[in-house]
C-alpha cells in the first residue's frame, strides 16, 4: 500500500490543520493506521492511532486532546485533525499502516508501510 500525507503548512500558535493520508494500490481497511512526526534533530515521535473499523484510538500524552485521528475506509483516508497548535508541533509528520491488527501500536517499527510526510510549521 502506498501512503502520502498532505495538508500540512504555515500556521500561527492557536490555529488548526487537518492532516489527511491517502492510500492507494491496496485497501485501508485492514490496517491498523497511525501518525507520527519528526522534528528536526530529534527522533520520530508517535502522534495517534486508529483501529481498522475506527473503533478504538490512542494518542501520544503530549496531544492532551487538542487531536483527533480518525478514518474513512470508503475513501481509503486517515485523518489528523490538530487543534490549539503550539510552536512545539512543528514537525514533518507521517502516516503508517500496521498490518497486525491485535493492538493498536505506538512504536514506529512495527508499522509496515509509510508514507512521504507533511510539513506542520507553527510559528508563535
Known amino acids: 500500500v502506498q501512503l502520502q500525507a498532505s495538508g500540512g503548512g504555515l500556521v500561527q500558535a492557536g490555529g488548526s490543520l487537518r492532516l489527511s493520508c491517502a492510500a492507494s494500490g491496496r485497501t485501508i481497511s485492514s490496517y491498523n493506521m497511525g501518525w507520527f512526526r519528526q522534528a528536526p534533530g530529534k527522533d520520530r515521535v508517535f502522534v495517534a492511532a486508529?483501529?481498522?473499523?475506527?473503533?478504538?484510538?490512542v494518542y501520544g500524552d503530549f496531544v492532551k486532546g487538542r487531536f483527533t485521528v480518525s478514518r474513512d475506509n470508503a475513501k481509503n483516508t486517515v485523518y489528523l485533525q490538530m487543534n490549539s497548535l503550539i510552536p512545539e508541533d512543528t514537525a514533518v509528520y507521517y502516516c503508517?499502516?500496521?498490518?497486525?491488527?491485535?493492538?493498536?501500536?505506538?512504536?514506529?517499527?512495527?508499522?509496515?508501510?509509510w508514507g512521504r510526510g507533511t510539513l506542520v510549521t507553527v510559528s508563535s
Open positions: 503508517a499502516a500496521d498490518r497486525s491488527t491485535l493492538t493498536l501500536r505506538t512504536s514506529a517499527p512495527w508499522y509496515d508501510y
Open positions: 486508529i483501529s481498522v473499523n475506527g473503533g478504538r484510538t
